[in-house]
Nanobody
Framework: QVQLVESGGGLVQSGGSLRLSCAAS????????MGWYRQAPGKQRDMVAT???????NYADSVKGRFTISRDNAGNTVHLQMNGLKPEDTAVYYC???????????WGQGAQVTVSS
């Protein structure tokens, strides 16, 4: 079992910045890729950014150049630095962790990010 706790959401004006963090606990050695997903009202949950234990990253086209995902050396905390925020970035952001068991993923409780125009 892996537990994920997010922090850092909030309200910001367009063009502003926020930093999300996600701390994992539990069977930490089993965690492989970690990432952030987001879900706006009435829409599906979409990938924002992912990072492997080795540090390889992947970003959604809509956030490239504005968001940066990073992971601490132990691999158990992941951050999402969000710059140049736009109203369309408004969503609940969920931390995700994959583990060594294929098809098994864990989710955090979600952090609300609201960008006002």
């Amino acid at each position: 079992q892996v537990q994920l706790v997010e922090s850092g959401g909030g309200l910001v004006q367009s063009g502003g910045s926020l930093r999300l963090s996600c701390a994992a606990s539990g069977i930490l050695f089993s965690i492989t890729t970690m990432g952030w997903y987001r879900q706006a009202p009435g829409k599906q949950r979409d990938m924002v950014a992912t990072i492997t234990r080795g540090g390889s990253t992947n970003y959604a086209d809509s956030v490239k150049g504005r968001f940066t995902i990073s992971r601490d050396n132990a691999g158990n905390t992941v951050h999402l630095q969000m710059n140049g925020l736009k109203p369309e970035d408004t969503a609940v952001y969920y931390c995700n962790a994959g583990v060594t068991i294929p098809g098994v993923h864990y989710w955090g409780q979600g952090a609300q990010v609201t960008v006002s125009s």
